[in-house]
């Protein structure tokens, strides 16, 4: 089993619609989850943080948590060309200090 | 502020070479890490340093690869001699100590091809 699961997608959006990208985690012991955006050939970029149960929004994402079910998402509202890209869910690992396990990411394509 | 840079931004060596892989962190983070990302597989951590001391080495893939961090500034990545599956991306991060805020900030990353 891989420590950090994403679909791979592609997921497809039109413009002004709702991503919702989905990632669960097998180590039940993890508290800090992290999406990164990633544009092809460039570097992974972080845009939420959560460590809570719960939703956190910033802006037109929303990051959801549910320590429970082992499962942590990214909504993306009104998306926008420009959201067109990786989303890659890391988890901080419990056994290291600072290490993050990656999903494979879901690519997004937000479609005119 | 200058963010994370890696050199060189592509590498092509032939199998049985050496490839050395720069990182020139952000100005006083003081914990740098070096992860890879293999075609088709997701990106896996590598190594941790805390200033220039490795933090954890947990990930590296067995001992053609060797880094250093002299002085706790910048550091490299050697691997010697490489073989067909070191091919990938080589991605650094860095990051403050005291983890607020708690983002790591990735280089463009150092594609290498090994033939």
């Known amino acids: 089993q891989k420590e950090v699961e994403q679909n791979s997608g592609p997921l497809s959006v039109p413009e002004g619609a709702i991503a919702s990208l989905n990632c669960t985690y097998s180590d039940r012991g993890s508290q800090s989850f992290f999406w990164y955006r990633q544009y092809s050939g460039k570097s992974p970029e972080l845009i939420m943080f959560i460590y809570s149960n719960g939703d956190k929004e910033d802006g037109r994402f929303t990051a959801q948590l549910n320590k429970a079910s082992q499962y942590v998402s990214l909504l993306i509202r009104d998306s926008q060309p420009s959201d067109s890209a990786t989303y890659l869910c890391a988890v901080k690992a419990t056994d290291s200090w600072g290490k993050l396990q990656f999903g494979a990411g879901t690519q997004v394509v937000v479609t005119p | 502020e200058a963010g994370v840079t890696q050199f060189p931004s592509h590498s092509v060596i032939e199998k049985g070479q050496t490839v050395t892989l720069r990182c020139d962190p952000i100005s006083g983070h003081d914990n740098l890490y070096w992860y890879r990302r293999v075609m088709g597989k997701e990106i896996k951590f590598l190594l941790h340093?805390?200033?220039?001391?490795?933090?954890?080495e947990s990930g590296m893939p067995n001992n053609r690869f060797l880094a250093e961090r002299t002085g706790g500034t910048y550091s490299t990545l050697k691997v010697q001699p490489a073989e067909l599956e070191d091919s990938g991306v080589y991605f650094c991060?860095?990051?403050?100590?005291?983890?607020?805020?708690?983002?790591?900030?990735f280089g463009q990353g150092t594609r290498l091809t090994v033939v």
């Open positions: 991060a860095s990051s403050v100590l005291d983890g607020s805020p708690p983002e790591a900030f």
């Open positions: 340093f805390v200033k220039e001391s490795k933090q954890d």
